[in-house]
């Protein structure tokens, strides 16, 4: 196999080497930030740009969120010939500064039914957490779950199949001859539902959070919300606020529009844990998930805040293991980086904690606006793991709290550690999520009839 450098060393880079690994031998990272330069990534070495000359016959792909034809023109300039570009895991041979698909063919064998089940394809650069719960939910229900994925799998045999793609013109080719009876896509980016609205099939748009309400406002982003969201057959989003925003700004129908949260796929089973407070007598907080150079994520002036009122914060994040260590720097007694935490582990790990932080940092009022319509994924998974909630005072999440009484607000002004006391003291029943139907398994007739009701138009 020829020999591959990833360029980017970030969320994205860190996923596509599960899809090229299958088609070359990968020797390297590297990245222009030079505080990666000699970090690991799947055990293979981030080197600066400039040591890919070393390497002989090496072709560089470039996997980054933005900035990709910045990258490939540097690396141009650098002598480098055979460059891939691949935002967003699609890719595109450069050649002196014009992109082009990429030609040698990844077809995979369409899909044909030979039973009465439905059968739905999901459509997402790599499954996030809320497509393979939804997937899982239905699969366990007799509903045929297929993947379309440009960077990385699933995990688990979420899926019945997985089909990987390196260009648009393929995955528009196997859903056209493909018989599906749903095509199921995700936001961030909107670009494959303008894609396969065009194939003929029925497709579902999961909005998820509107990306007009936190990403940038360029002409083309704008555009591609508004074509998916008003040509897409149905729309499914993650809140009523959302949903409110949604046909107001659009004017759709409500029955266009599927509610659905991101609930845990089922109830956990819990396994009998000590707290570690009933050890050492002091607060210890969990959070899990993100932890990035975006503003909302960057929690270095809060948790100092919390770790300096003498409570303990264990976190969980795949995000690059440098970038994490830094916050475990700021106050190494009381914030610990515990690495990645697997869904099926949730059950086994939470539970030893206090209370689960579902809070973010809060920059402007617009960043506000967005998180006040946000149904936050670990927000359930600590309920399931009967862990009272910590929250910031946005409208939405204070309501949540004090209708379920499952936890509170922080005021990061007054006493951290008696208000986390006061939430950490809060009982929430091992069934609460079971209670209240908040798991993809309760929600699945519901998802089901949606898919039907758009079928059938």
């Given amino acids: 196999m020829k020999k591959c450098i990833i360029f980017g060393a970030g969320m994205h880079g860190n996923l596509i080497y599960y899809k090229l690994e299958k088609y070359y031998d990968i020797a390297a990272y590297s990245d222009n930030s030079e505080k990666l330069w000699g970090s690991k990534i799947h055990n293979l070495t981030v080197i600066p740009p400039q040591d890919i000359l070393q390497y002989s016959d090496v072709i560089v792909v470039v996997c980054v969120e933005d900035y990709c034809r910045e990258i490939a023109i540097q690396l141009s300039g650098m002598g480098i010939k055979d460059i891939i570009i691949a935002p967003n895991g699609v890719m595109y041979d450069y050649q002196s500064g014009k992109v082009m698909p990429i030609l040698n063919s990844?077809?995979?064998?369409?899909?044909?039914?030979?039973?009465?089940?439905?059968?739905?394809?999901?459509?997402?650069?790599?499954?996030?957490?809320?497509?393979k719960k939804?997937?899982?939910?239905?699969?366990?229900?007799?509903?045929?779950?297929?993947?379309?994925?440009?960077?990385?799998?699933?995990?688990?045999n979420t899926f019945n199949e997985?089909?990987?793609?390196?260009?648009?013109?393929?995955?528009?080719?196997?859903?056209?001859?493909?018989?599906?009876?749903?095509?199921?896509?995700?936001?961030?980016?909107?670009?494959?539902?303008?894609?396969?609205?065009?194939?003929?099939?029925?497709i579902i748009h999961d909005t998820h959070d509107m990306a007009s309400m936190f990403c940038s406002l360029r002409t083309d982003s704008l555009s591609t919300e508004f074509i998916s969201n008003i040509f897409a057959d149905g729309c499914i989003v993650t809140s009523?606020?959302?949903?409110?925003?949604?046909?107001?700004?659009?004017?759709?129908?409500?029955?266009?529009?599927?509610?659905?949260e991101n609930f845990p796929q089922s109830a956990y089973k819990l396994n009998k844990s000590e707290k570690l407070s009933e050890i050492d007598n002091e607060l210890h907080c969990v959070y899990m998930w993100q932890i990035t150079s975006t503003i909302r994520y960057d929690f270095e002036v809060i948790w100092t805040k919390i770790s300096d009122a003498g409570v303990h914060?264990?976190?969980?994040?795949?995000?690059?293991?440098?970038?994490?260590?830094?916050?475990?720097?700021?106050?190494?007694k009381y914030i610990h980086y515990e690495g990645f935490l697997k869904p099926q582990e949730f059950a086994d790990i939470l539970p030893k904690y206090d209370c689960g932080l579902a809070f973010w940092n809060i920059a402007s009022d617009e960043d506000?606006?967005?998180?006040?319509?946000?149904?936050?994924?670990k927000r359930y998974d600590y309920l399931a793991a009967g862990l009272p909630i910590v929250v910031n005072n946005l409208n939405s999440q204070r309501k949540f709290t004090e209708k379920y009484n499952c936890g509170g607000v922080l005021d990061l002004s007054?006493?951290?550690?008696?208000?986390?006391r006061e939430i950490s003291a809060k009982k929430i029943a091992l069934d609460f999520i079971q209670i209240n139907n908040m798991t993809m398994d309760s929600q699945t007739q519901r998802i089901i009839n949606f898919y039907r009701e758009i079928i059938e138009k």
């Fill in 106 to 131: 990844h077809k995979s064998e369409y899909f044909k039914k030979n039973d009465d089940k439905l059968s739905v394809l999901y459509v997402q650069p790599h499954p996030c957490a809320r497509t």
């Fill in 134 to 156: 939804i997937a899982s939910a239905l699969k366990n229900v007799g509903v045929n779950v297929h993947s379309a994925y440009f960077l990385a799998p699933a995990e688990n």
């Fill in 162 to 202: 997985e089909h990987c793609f390196w260009t648009f013109e393929e995955l528009f080719d196997f859903v056209k001859n493909s018989e599906f009876d749903v095509i199921h896509c995700s936001n961030t980016p909107d670009s494959f539902t303008n894609v396969l609205i065009h194939t003929g099939k029925k």
């Fill in 240 to 260: 009523e606020e959302v949903a409110d925003i949604l046909t107001e700004k659009y004017n759709l129908p409500q029955s266009k529009v599927l509610v659905l």
């Fill in 313 to 332: 914060i264990h976190f969980y994040s795949a995000f690059s293991e440098t970038h994490c260590q830094k916050y475990e720097n700021i106050n190494p």
């Fill in 368 to 377: 506000a606006t967005f998180l006040d319509t946000a149904s936050p994924n």
């Fill in 414 to 420: 007054g006493d951290i550690q008696e208000q986390l």
